[in-house]
């Protein structure tokens, strides 16, 4: 049985999708931007009912300026000269942004309630607080600790700036998880490690020069 079908057109771009009685057709304009994206049931009926039904615009800048949802309103994007998103208004909601001359987010406010303290300083252009989530590096810049309420994560890098090990720890559950990599620096496994520090779990990456041309997962060992 089908379970989804893709219409392309002669760009290759998606046009139509079916998935089981719903039917998406994508919409672009001159220079291939995506305007509109209608779901509707019963497509190849004589009258289809529109299940969502979406609508974008954009600058001359390509950015997004306007979304209308059939469903969830009108939603307003607003920038800086640079490009810079500074503000998203919707019926429900109001989110806007703040940066930094080096183009570091400050803050984000909802409405009027800041999300990371106003006119906070981003050292070494390295974010340490933001959205509930907090960030330690060490002495190269890479990322060492995030920790946030759903738990905290520890990560461990080689010489050559690799990420070696992974280490999750969710109250008293913690699950430690371990990566691989060949002498040009790509990486052909990753796999769990148990208490012992033995891997298992692995998953194996196969490659064509330096592009992945496939995934594979092994048992335990």
């Known amino acids: 049985d089908v379970i989804s079908e893709f219409t392309r057109d002669h760009l290759h771009r998606e046009v139509q999708r079916s998935q089981g009685r719903l039917d998406t057709r994508r919409m672009y304009d001159r220079t291939g931007r995506l305007t509109r994206k209608l779901t509707c049931k019963g497509m190849r009926g004589v009258v289809p009912e529109t299940?969502?039904?979406?609508?974008?615009a954009y600058s001359g800048q390509d950015e997004l300026l306007k979304k209308r949802h059939s469903r969830?309103?009108?939603?307003?994007?607003?920038?800086?000269?640079?490009?810079r998103i500074t503000a998203c208004r919707n019926e429900a909601y109001l989110d806007s942004w703040q940066y930094d001359a080096a183009a570091n987010l400050l803050d984000r406010r909802q409405g009027e309630t800041a999300q990371a303290g106003a006119g906070s300083v981003v050292p070494f252009n390295r974010i340490t607080s933001y959205r509930g989530l907090h960030y330690r590096y060490d002495e190269y810049g890479r990322v060492v600790e995030?920790?946030?309420?759903?738990?905290?994560?520890?990560y461990r890098w080689d010489a050559e700036h690799r990420l070696t090990e992974v280490a999750v720890i969710r109250g008293s559950t913690v699950r430690r998880y371990g990566y691989v990599y060949d002498a040009p620096?790509?990486?052909?496994?990753?796999h769990e490690l148990d208490a012992e520090g033995k891997p298992y779990n692995r998953t194996t990456f196969l490659w064509d020069g330096m592009r992945l041309a496939q995934e594979c997962r092994l048992g335990r060992s």
């Open 51 to 56: 299940f969502i039904d979406r609508e974008y």
């Open 72 to 83: 969830q309103g009108v939603t307003d994007y607003f920038y800086d000269t640079t490009g």
């Open 146 to 154: 995030k920790r946030g309420r759903n738990g905290t994560q520890h």
């Open 185 to 190: 620096g790509r990486r052909v496994e990753k």
